[in-house]
């Protein structure tokens, strides 16, 4: 590839035009000159924005070239500015020129690192913890929900429907789906918005605090309590309320949570006085909510009262080509966040790699994993090995079939080996040996099918019968 120049000058266009077509002449690189508006030749901030946005690009597109920046021209606060971004965010060669010397290299003997760099680390370590923790922002809206799906799209369009009426939503999805991102949404489009908004984790709630952390407690209710101290009902008084894993609370819990809900009143651990609370509803949780009432787990009074509103969020794995827009999204994002120079990008293999992958954490498994390839990827580019490292694969639950993820010695005639020989064995042993009520329970037309089946696989003994003798 040619050698490229970039000149960045303020003077009237119509006067460097003439310059120009004379460097063209004598320099054999490729010339590519900007005009930089400024509102003086020392005004640092301009002077700042025009070198900054330019180097910007330049790293860009040039990742992985040799750069110099030349410091001669120009007036001192020019030259500062270049010496300070090519000494920290852009690091270059520096090239002075004159007509006695010509073009030399500068070898500027120090590291700006004293008064600047314990500052951007810390600020790049706080920024971390945040993208790790991958908390909603409270701003957030419906724009932050990326995808490109028609199903996810039109859950968008329902949420926001929902948002404008103040009734109960129940949001489901598996974890890591984003249903706190559609909660607080919800939240931040509708009439409660500048009220606040308190999200409790049903499931991370310790059995024996599970009251105080809803309800409140009064001072000496229990050891331990210091002072009254409100539930997440008064805390949410106004506003709205995010129960999260609202499936895991017990069954004494969900009959205290509905007569809280149906009468409006919450009465602290250890108190005797009820106090009015008004929120608004909003629930999540990752179960089959009615497959748990069938099964007398989650109370089903409890349910219409929380499931006014129903949205069902779709895993990832079945959003097809979201995992590219948020990819696009995460690594700017990430990028931003922790200072990089350039936005992490990703070769074609580690984009096939992506993928491959079944994702049964969603999305924010794939914001983690590309966190952690982005921090260990070298030159801004994330290689496969970079995506393989950072996936954290586990080996597949037995009753995680639908999860598998391709490649990597995946082998689709080996899986349905493996199920067929797993049902055939269970049916078997339910039916106490008996072929006829196995092939019934398997859903087969009659036990000569279960029969070939079984052979097939291994696991009939009975010998064959020898053919007739005409």
């Not at 799906?149 to 039109?154: E, G, I, R, S, V």
């Not at 219409?304 to 959003?319: F, I, K, M």
């Not at 990089?340 to 293999?349: D, E, M, Y």
Request: glycine share 8%; proline share 6%; aromatic share 6%.
């Amino acid at each position: 590839m040619p050698d490229q120049t970039y000149l960045l000058f303020n003077y009237a266009p119509a006067k460097v035009a003439p310059y120009l077509e004379w460097l063209r002449l004598k320099a054999p690189a490729n010339i590519d000159a900007r005009h930089a508006a400024l509102r003086s030749p020392v005004d640092y901030t301009d002077i700042y924005h025009a070198a900054e946005a330019l180097l910007q690009e330049i790293w860009g597109r040039h990742s992985k070239a040799h750069r110099s920046i030349l410091i001669s021209p120009g007036t001192p606060a020019m030259q500062a500015v270049w010496i300070l971004l090519g000494k920290t965010r852009f690091p270059a060669e520096f090239l002075q020129a004159s007509p006695e010397q010509g073009v030399q290299p500068v070898h500027l003997p120090f590291a700006i690192s004293a008064e600047f760099q314990p500052a951007g680390a810390a600020q790049a370590g706080r920024q971390l913890r945040e993208l790790v923790a991958a908390d909603v922002p409270e701003t957030a809206g419906f724009e932050r929900v990326v995808t490109g799906h028609p199903l996810l799209q039109d859950l968008k369009r329902r949420a926001a429907a929902l948002a404008r009426f103040d009734v109960p939503v129940l949001v489901l999805g598996e974890s890591g789906t984003g249903k706190e991102l559609f909660a607080r949404a919800i939240h931040n489009s509708s009439a409660r918005s500048t009220q606040p908004f308190v999200a409790v984790n049903c499931g991370a709630i310790p059995p024996e605090l599970v009251d105080s952390t809803l309800f409140g407690h009064v001072k000496g209710a229990f050891t331990g309590a210091l002072r009254d101290a409100a539930g997440v009902f008064e805390q949410a008084d106004g506003g709205t309320l995010f129960l999260d894993e609202l499936g895991e609370l017990s069954a004494p819990a969900q009959v205290r949570l509905l007569r809280v809900l149906q009468e409006g009143q919450v009465v602290p651990v250890g108190g005797n006085k009820e106090r009015a609370v008004e929120v608004r509803l909003i629930s999540a949780t990752h179960r089959d909510l009615q497959a748990d009432i069938a099964e007398r787990r989650f109370r089903e009074d409890l349910y219409y009262r929380v499931a006014v509103g129903v949205l069902e969020l779709p895993p990832l794995r079945e959003r097809q080509g979201d995992v590219y827009r948020l990819t696009e999204h995460f690594l700017t994002e990430i990028g931003e966040q922790l200072g990089f120079q350039q936005t992490p990008s990703l070769t074609p293999a580690a984009r096939n790699r992506l993928l491959l992958h079944a994702w049964p954490g969603n999305v924010r498994e794939l914001r983690a994993a590309l966190l952690r390839a982005a921090l260990w990827a070298t030159d801004g580019r994330v290689d496969a090995p970079d995506i393989e490292g950072a996936l954290l694969v586990r080996p597949a639950a037995s009753d995680d079939i639908l999860n598998r993820s391709l490649g990597n010695g995946f082998e689709l005639d080996t899986l349905l080996h493996d199920v067929e020989r797993h049902y055939l064995e269970r049916a078997l042993l339910a039916a106490e040996g008996s072929k006829t009520k196995a092939s019934r329970l398997l859903g087969l037309g009659s036990h000569q099918v279960l029969t070939t089946r079984l052979r097939s696989r291994g696991l009939d003994e009975s010998p064959r019968k020898s053919p007739r003798k005409r």
